[in-house]
């Protein structure tokens, strides 16, 4: 899994990287529109969006979101529900027999708060989710979250730092942390 990382916007490993989101998007727009029981023609696409095929007893129901694909690791029985996004700059592990739910939104990259810098830099983190994880409805994981194993992330849920193992988090209530 890729480290923590920072990237400038105007360099040649941003192009590149924009290349591969724009072509990601091509083909996760044509795997939302195929019919839902077109398993062959779902695998193929994933395989081109994730870069090799997808392990065994993998389900992702779409509509499905990447914009890399090549930094998502799904293990065996991962169970993927309607809706879900996967921002995968800075890697995403999924460990086995984790349940993810409708419209769940996993983000590994940012920007700089300062207002200086924000359009500077791309930042990222990776998520890791240990295994048989359970992620409730619209749950959102930010960078660099480590969820351990059995752990319970309720619907609505914005989990910003680490889970413990067999531990249930809950809430997405905003505080103000600073001024400028």
Not at 51 to 64: A, D, K, Q
């Amino acid at each position: 899994m890729p480290v923590d990382r920072l990237m400038l916007i105007r360099s040649p490993e941003f192009q590149s990287m924009s290349e591969r989101v724009l072509r990601v998007t091509e083909l996760t727009s044509r795997l939302n529109v195929l019919p839902f029981d077109d398993e062959t023609g779902k695998a193929e696409l994933l395989e081109q969006i994730m870069g090799r095929p997808l392990p065994e007893r993998v389900t992702i129901y779409p509509p499905f979101y990447t914009d890399h694909g090549l930094n998502l690791a799904l293990s065996e029985r991962v169970f993927i529900n309607q809706g879900c996004t996967f921002l995968d700059y800075a890697g995403i592990r999924i460990g086995p027999r984790t349940m993810i739910g409708p419209k769940v939104t996993f983000i590994t990259s940012g920007h700089p708060v300062d207002p200086e810098e924000r359009r500077l830099y791309l930042t990222g983190e990776p998520i890791d989710v240990a295994e048989n994880v359970w992620i409730g409805a619209g749950a959102t994981i930010l960078p660099g979250v480590t969820i351990g194993r059995d752990a319970v992330i309720a619907a609505g849920a914005v989990v910003a730092d680490d889970v413990p193992a067999q531990s249930l988090v809950t809430g997405a209530k905003a505080t103000v942390r600073r001024r400028w």
